[in-house]
C-alpha cells in the first residue's frame, strides 16, 4: 500500500465515520441528507487546505501579521505607531520576549508595569529592597524599582531599561520618557507617532 492509497483510506474512514453515526439515530432522510451534505462540504475544504497548505500559509501569515499589528509598523529603523480610538498610542511591545500592549506616554517619566507584566517577564521586583513613592494623575502610589533585560518595540531595542512596578498600575503598561529619551527622535505627524532610534539595537 502506498502512501497515497492510505491518505484516502484514512479520509474515507473520517467521511464514513459521521455518516454512519447518522444513520444510526435513525434521523429522517431529508434531514440526513443536509446532514450529510454539510459534513462533505466541511471534509472537502479541509481536504483543499491541507493539500494546499504550502501555498496558503504566506497569505495567512501576511493576514495575520496585518490583523495583530495593524496599528503598528516598522519601517527600517523607524516604528510607525497610528492614533487608537481612545486618542492614545499603544504599542506591542516585547519585554523580555513577552508581548504586551503598552501605552506610550511621555508625561510618564518611567516605564511602568503592571504586577503581572513584570512577573511574566521574569523581572525580579525584589532587587530594590525599599519601595519608591511616585506621583501619577490619579494620586501617590508606592512602587517597587527593577530593571527590563530588554524591551523592544518594532526593530527598536532598549536593553536595562529601568521599571517600576505596582500593583496600583492595574493592567495598564506603560512606556515612559527613559525609554523615548534613548530615541534619536520622536514626534507626532496627524495621528502617526514617530519612533526613530539612533541605531538598529540601541
Same mark, same amino acid.
Given at each position: *500500500? ?24 435513525? =434521523?429522517?432522510? $431529508?434531514?440526513? !441528507? ?35 499589528? @495593524?496599528?503598528?509598523?516598522? &519601517? ?16 506591542? /511591545?516585547?519585554? %523580555? ?8 506616554? @511621555? ?6 508595569? &503592571?504586577?503581572? /507584566?513584570?512577573? /511574566? ?6 532587587? @530594590?529592597?525599599?519601595? !519608591?513613592?511616585?506621583?501619577? /494623575? %490619579? $494620586? ?12 523592544? =518595540? $518594532? ?8 521599571? !517600576? !512596578? @505596582? ?9 515612559? *520618557?527613559?525609554?523615548? &529619551?534613548?530615541?534619536? $527622535? ?17
Amino acid at each position: *500500500m502506498n502512501d497515497q492509497t492510505g491518505q484516502a483510506m484514512i479520509y474515507a474512514l473520517m467521511l464514513i465515520l459521521p455518516l454512519s453515526a447518522l444513520l444510526a439515530r435513525r =434521523v429522517p432522510i $431529508g434531514a440526513t !441528507v443536509k446532514m450529510a451534505l454539510a459534513w462533505l462540504a466541511i471534509f472537502v475544504v479541509g481536504l483543499l487546505l491541507v493539500a494546499q497548505q504550502d501555498r496558503i500559509k504566506p497569505y495567512w501569515q501576511r493576514a495575520s501579521t496585518a490583523l495583530l499589528d @495593524s496599528d503598528q509598523r516598522v &519601517s527600517g529603523e523607524t516604528v510607525r505607531i497610528a492614533m487608537a480610538a481612545d486618542g492614545h498610542f499603544w504599542a506591542q /511591545a516585547d519585554i %523580555n520576549g513577552v508581548r504586551r500592549r503598552m501605552l506610550i506616554d @511621555s508625561g510618564a517619566t518611567t516605564t511602568a508595569l &503592571s504586577v503581572d /507584566a513584570a512577573r /511574566a517577564a521574569g523581572i525580579d521586583v525584589d532587587e @530594590s529592597p525599599l519601595p !519608591v513613592m511616585i506621583e501619577t /494623575a %490619579n $494620586g501617590t502610589i508606592t512602587a517597587r524599582t527593577a530593571t527590563a533585560k530588554r524591551l523592544q =518595540v $518594532g526593530g527598536i531595542v532598549a536593553r536595562d531599561l529601568p521599571v !517600576v !512596578v @505596582s500593583d496600583a498600575f492595574d493592567e495598564t503598561d506603560v512606556i515612559g *520618557m527613559n525609554f523615548l &529619551s534613548r530615541l534619536e $527622535g520622536w514626534r507626532v505627524e496627524g495621528t502617526t507617532l514617530i519612533l526613530q532610534p539612533k541605531h538598529a539595537d540601541n
